[in-house]
């Protein structure tokens, strides 16, 4: 399997473009999670989902973001409008859950997101 | 909110040195899991401890799951500098997969 893919893999972009991150979770995961990490706050879940519900989305920071799961093999992390502040890496990542303690998620290799 | 933290958050050692990384938290957690993070990657999965008191070895690292779930460690015996990296420690809940992460612990192991 190739693991959990991330899109682009580095974004440039200036404050006030909308900025769309993508993520595609590992064949037969049944939750995906979308993950802000910064040198201040360190890894902070965003929002996760299971069978393509969002379940959690308390860590989504503002109205800015958006996140969508159409189908089990596709997510995306949409910010509009950008802001310098949003600069961060953001990690995709994927488990199967068995609602048992537990369950390892794999990461993908993050968007490296810089908004100017 | 269930937090963890993490000590010390920058370790800088020789190698051959041994050392402890501690994950803390006033919360009782499900599980606890070590994740190893490099430079441009994501992090990925050590260890998963479940019981409190519960130890395990992966070479020369040891993993230890406090007797009352709020605490853990990692102790590094002989570090070498492919031990690089940043370390984080994860704590997870009773139902589904969510985890809460820690501040991390950046590693450097010097030749």
């Known amino acids: 399997d190739a693991g959990v893919i991330q899109s682009p893999r580095h974004e440039v972009t200036e404050m006030g473009q909308e900025v769309t991150l993508r993520c595609k979770p590992i064949s037969g995961h049944n939750s995906l999670f979308w993950y802000r990490q910064t040198m201040m706050r360190g890894l902070e879940l965003l929002i996760y989902f299971n069978n393509n519900v969002p379940i959690d989305d308390s860590g989504m920071p503002e109205d800015r973001f958006s996140a969508k799961m159409p189908n089990a093999s596709f997510s995306t992390l949409k910010i509009q409008p950008s802001e310098p502040r949003d600069s961060a890496v953001y990690f995709c990542?994927?488990?199967?859950?068995?609602?048992?303690?537990?369950?390892?998620?794999?990461f993908g290799p993050g968007t490296r997101l810089t908004v100017l | 909110t269930q937090l963890l933290e993490q000590s010390p958050q920058f370790l800088s050692i020789q190698e051959g040195e041994n050392l402890t990384v501690y994950c803390n938290s006033s919360s009782v957690f499900s599980s606890l899991q070590w994740y190893r993070q490099e430079p441009g990657e994501g992090p990925v999965l050590l260890v998963t401890v479940v019981t409190g008191g519960e130890v395990k070895k992966l070479k020369r690292l040891t993993f230890q799951f406090g007797d009352a779930r709020k605490d853990s460690s990692l102790h590094i015996t002989a570090a070498q500098p492919g031990d690089t990296g940043l370390y984080l420690c994860a704590g997870g809940g009773t139902s589904g997969s969510r985890l809460t992460f820690g501040e991390g612990t950046q590693l450097t192991v010097n030749p």
């Open positions: 990542a994927s488990s199967f859950t068995l609602r048992g303690p537990g369950d390892t998620q794999y």
